[in-house]
């Protein structure tokens, strides 16, 4: 199985590193790919290119075997859609059953995404939880296609939905973006890489977006 763990990466930070590390784990993933949004559809343009990201993106993933960085939404054009990216993944791994991971958040807004319901002609979709906050209010779409049991996706190649307690850890992009941009010590929030290469190209001095 393929895990995939999109987002906006601005920056990457323990936060993601630590859900990315733990789900990779506990699905078995062969690989996991984080998938940088080069155009986010639901937010405004961040300040960082998408290129930028990215780099910041292997940087910190450089140690961890199994992890990578997808940038497959940075060589087209328009905004990124999700469904796109999993249409795109899937012709190349045909074989390969797709997960895709994404928080409560990402979730309460799925229906909002552009053609939503065939994220799941392509992947399970795994809700990421911390284990004390209930679960999401569902509709009977995601309520008939809800698996209890995480060995049930590998009865199936796409379709279902599960939800999965991580340990999420309360780190904020935009807290870290605003010490740069005061020039605060970011240090513990994200790798020691990823700062030295915010701080090379002055990334977040002048803007929190």
């Known amino acids: 199985m393929i895990g995939i763990l999109g987002g906006t990466f601005n920056p990457i930070h323990f936060g993601h590193l630590r859900v990315a590390i733990e789900v990779k784990e506990s699905f078995h993933l062969a690989e996991l790919r984080l998938l940088p949004c080069a155009c986010p559809p639901h937010r405004e343009q961040p300040s960082v290119s998408a290129h930028q990201r990215a780099a910041m993106v292997k940087l910190a993933i450089a140690k961890h075997?199994?992890?990578?960085?997808?940038?497959?939404?940075?060589?087209?054009?328009?905004?990124?859609?999700?469904?796109?990216?999993?249409?795109?993944?899937?012709?190349?791994?045909?074989?390969?059953?797709?997960?895709?991971?994404?928080?409560?958040?990402?979730?309460?807004?799925?229906?909002?995404?552009?053609?939503?319901?065939?994220?799941?002609?392509?992947?399970?979709?795994?809700?990421?939880?911390?284990?004390?906050?209930?679960?999401?209010l569902m509709q009977p779409f995601f309520l008939e296609r809800l698996a209890q049991d995480a060995n049930d996706l590998t009865l199936s190649p796409h379709g279902k939905l599960h939800i999965h307690s991580v340990t999420q850890l309360a780190i904020s992009a935009t807290t870290i973006r605003t010490l740069f941009a005061e020039q605060h010590n970011p240090s513990f929030l994200l790798p020691d890489a990823v700062i030295e290469y915010i701080q090379q190209h002055q990334l977040y001095h002048h803007t929190v977006r």
């Not at 990124?80 to 390969?96: F, G, H, N």
């Not at 065939?118 to 939880?129: P, R």
């Open 65 to 136: 075997p199994g992890l990578f960085c997808d940038e497959r939404e940075l060589q087209r054009p328009g905004p990124s859609y999700m469904v796109d990216s999993l249409q795109s993944l899937k012709q190349e791994v045909a074989d390969e059953t797709l997960l895709l991971f994404i928080g409560t958040d990402a979730f309460s807004q799925l229906t909002s995404w552009s053609r939503w319901q065939q994220l799941f002609t392509y992947a399970h979709v795994v809700v990421m939880v911390r284990p004390e906050n209930p679960l999401p």
